[in-house]
């Protein structure tokens, strides 16, 4: 992760979105920036890992440290085994990485390509030896619910591409020198890289990053709808132009006509074919009728009413004890037994491991004391990595039935 000025126009991290619909950044900038727990843990991490590389220190030098306190988490992020497990990964990949040259946190930019286009990159290592040289950034990314890939990254490639610009004088790269992309995914087990020229990274810039940077810090209003560049939008809820995409898109899989000598039943029936072009609308539009309800929530809880819909109490969350000693000992004065008031339950087999691999104990003196259930099929596009399996088909069925 690198971090951008919180009012960046055409910030890296948000390249994927504005290089596909460059009418996107003026639909954004009526709506604030928003933060999460998950980002704010990730920058907690982030400082972590730049405190460790600074002061050539290990992850668990720092444990019990509070990190990134702010006032929407005015407790910040305790360094605990996760997080110290996270970012030794990263630490350890960084320095394992040949080159004679490094950055942490180096500030680059690459205005020359993006209108105030500029950053910080987590980490940088040049490497040169007698075939050329090699640009080795490094991105970490604490996060864990979606898996970010190298190759053909925009973030990766921008950061990059400051690299270049911000360090030619020093180290005059040519266009044959080597770039490599690396994201460090602890949280996810994940380590991708990928390599590029210096002249191709410069030619992608050129063509495609440059003109449409230029539409679209000038706002010109062209969208391209897309599950990728729409799912972190803040304007995807009010977006006509997804809307249309999601609605029409799914329409134009029923317009051709049903073969006449079709029966009845089956003109009235979605074919395999018809399901396989509707598939990959799904994520699109649940995502974007989420944002929806979401904003629409948001314009009634602020005075603005929506046609139709008004705002009203949910239902009661889970009770919760308020002081679970005075509850023990009023049980206790009620000659209520401690064992029909408590329970007590084993650590799962994956707490355990993380529990053991905190104490440096090999999680094999137990791998045989658990079982753990094969994965059930699932449905996936070609473009996924997993094999695919060849299914009894006689089985299925009498499963499901």
């Not at 290089?19 to 954004?28: D, F, N, Q, R, T």
């Not at 706002?219 to 897309?226: A, R, T």
């Not at 999680?363 to 990595?385: M, N, V």
Request: aromatic share 8%; charged share 25%; glycine share 6%.
């Amino acid at each position: 992760m690198s971090h951008q000025p919180a009012h960046a126009k055409l910030s890296a991290s948000g390249s994927h979105r504005w290089l596909a619909c460059p009418g996107s950044v003026i639909l954004e900038e009526p709506f604030p920036d928003t933060t999460s727990e998950y980002a704010e843990y990730g920058t907690a991490g982030h400082r972590l890992a730049e405190m460790c590389l600074n002061d050539k220190k290990n992850a668990n030098h720092y444990r019990g440290v509070i990190l990134n306190q702010t006032d929407e988490y005015p407790d910040g992020f305790e360094v605990d085994d996760e997080m110290i497990n996270a970012v030794q990964m990263y630490l350890d990949f960084c320095r394992d990485t040949p080159g004679q040259h490094e950055f942490i946190e180096q500030r680059v930019d690459f205005s020359q390509w993006v209108p105030e286009g500029f950053g910080t990159s987590d980490y940088i290592k040049l490497d040169k030896n007698k075939e050329g040289q090699i640009i080795h950034t490094i991105d970490l990314k604490m996060g864990k619910g979606v898996q970010v890939f190298a190759k053909d990254n925009p973030q990766g490639m921008l950061y990059a591409l400051g690299v270049i610009n911000s360090l030619d004088m020093a180290f005059e790269f040519n266009d044959f020198d080597l770039v490599n992309i690396v994201i460090v995914q602890p949280r996810l087990d994940h380590i991708d890289e990928w390599f590029i020229t210096v002249g191709s990274l410069k030619e992608w810039a050129d063509k495609v990053v440059k003109p449409t940077a230029d539409q679209a810090w000038n706002g010109h209003l062209e969208f391209h709808p897309g599950e990728k560049q729409c799912k972190f939008c803040k304007a995807k809820a009010s977006c006509k132009a997804l809307a249309k995409h999601g609605l029409s898109s799914a329409m134009t899989v029923f317009k051709e006509l049903p073969d006449p000598g079709m029966p009845l039943k089956d003109v009235h029936m979605m074919s395999a074919d018809e399901i396989g072009e509707l598939l990959p609308l799904v994520d699109v539009i649940v995502d974007w009728a989420k944002s929806l309800q979401g904003y629409a929530f948001e314009l009634a809880s602020n005075g603005t009413p929506v046609s139709g819909y008004k705002i009203v109490m949910g239902r009661a969350g889970n009770r919760k004890w308020l002081d679970d000693l005075q509850v023990e000992q009023e049980l206790d004065s009620m000659r209520i037994k401690k064992r029909e008031m408590f329970t007590r339950k084993l650590l799962s087999p994956a707490q355990m491991c993380k529990m053991l691999k905190a104490k440096n104990i090999s999680q094999d003196q137990i791998a045989s004391l658990w079982h753990q259930p094969e994965g059930k099929p699932t449905l996936a596009t070609l473009a996924d990595k997993r094999d695919e399996i060849e299914l009894n088909i006689e089985s299925v069925f009498e499963a499901i039935e």
